[in-house]
């Protein structure tokens, strides 16, 4: 009897035991499967965060593919396009012509704002027409040697036709030839679109822009301040320039309009970058300007002071091959360092 009372006293005892055993078995699991999902968790996270960053690869790809495919068919379209714009550029000249002479036989004035009007809206048309122009061009430029001062009076006649009321135009240009190489019609686009975009800027603030052109001497180039710290070119390629050539061309467009801020400095040359409505500015004018200085082995630098102002540099590599400018040079090159 004894002997089984005892050995059901065991049982309870053994069973107590392996109660306990299993009691911290379940802990020991429970604390094992909170690990498990700790990590099952932390494992989790870091599969979202690698997905969305592959998420915005794949999207960075995609937008660089778009705009591939966009550049694409617009050089296999270009010659469609260069068509289009010379079937399109013909009769806008000749509405230009017609409104210009209209102008000239003093008509009643509300005819007058009328035929200014035609004239306005026909330049802004011709406008766009050149800048895809300029994009179809691309493979055909055709450089020559030429006077960049004359291409700038000639282009100041076609700014001062766009000029908005309560704006002055202050032009301070060079007396004497200034040669470089290049295409005269996308330079001229160049000065068309820093002109542009100083009226724009000006219709929030300020009334005056100045257009001047220079030569200037390696030493003003180089010294601190004098040109824009912000440019299109690679520092690289700018170095390069500055060893290569002793005198340059400096062309600047000077407005007292709001200014840019320094945060947009360094994005003004990006294709598509814009402050403007989406009707009024595409982002294009500044990268197609960089573009096209760029072909030129020149450089497209800016100032700017948010308040006070804006200025552009266009500085050309000048060709002086008879040594003509030295005298002026000389005389100029004091005056030249404000
Ligand atoms: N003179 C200026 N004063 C103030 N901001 C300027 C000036 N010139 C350019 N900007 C700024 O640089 C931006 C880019 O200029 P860009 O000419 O490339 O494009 P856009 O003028 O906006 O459009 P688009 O030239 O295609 O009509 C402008 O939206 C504006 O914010
Ligand atoms: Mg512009």
Known sequence: MSHTLNTVEDLEQENI??????EVSYQNLELVVEQASKE??????????????????????????????????????????TEIIHELKNPLTIISAHAEMALMMDPPAELQEQ???ISKQVMRLSGYLNRFRS??????????LFDVNKNLIESMSTIEMIIPKGIKLQKEIFELPLMIKGDQYQ???IFLNLAKNAFDAMKTNGNLLRVSSKVVLLDWVETGGNVGKHYCLSPAKWNRLLTEHKQF????????????????LDNIFQAFFTTKDRDKGTGLGLSISSDIVKRHDANLAVLS??????????????????NMYEDIILRTSTMVGM
Not at 59 to 72: A, G, R, T
Not at 252 to 262: C, K, L, Q, S, T
Not at 305 to 322: L, N
């Open 249 to 264: 061309v400096l062309i600047e467009f000077e407005d007292n309009g709001p200014g840019i801020d320094e945060e947009n």
């Open 115 to 117: 035929l200014r009007q």
């Open 135 to 144: 994009m179809a061009y691309k493979s055909q430029e055709d450089f020559v």
């Open 40 to 81: 099952k968790e932390i494992a989790y996270r870091e599969l979202q965060d690698n997905f969305e960053a592959l998420q915005r690869s794949y999207e960075e790809i995609s937008n660089k593919e778009n705009l591939l495919v966009h550049l694409e068919k617009l050089s296999s379209i270009g010659q469609f396009i």
């Open 187 to 189: 330079i001229n686009q």
């Open 305 to 322: 002071q948010p308040g006070i102002g804006t200025r552009f540099q266009i500085i050309f590599p000048m060709i002086d091959k008879e």
């Open 17 to 22: 035991k392996l109660l306990e055993e299993l």
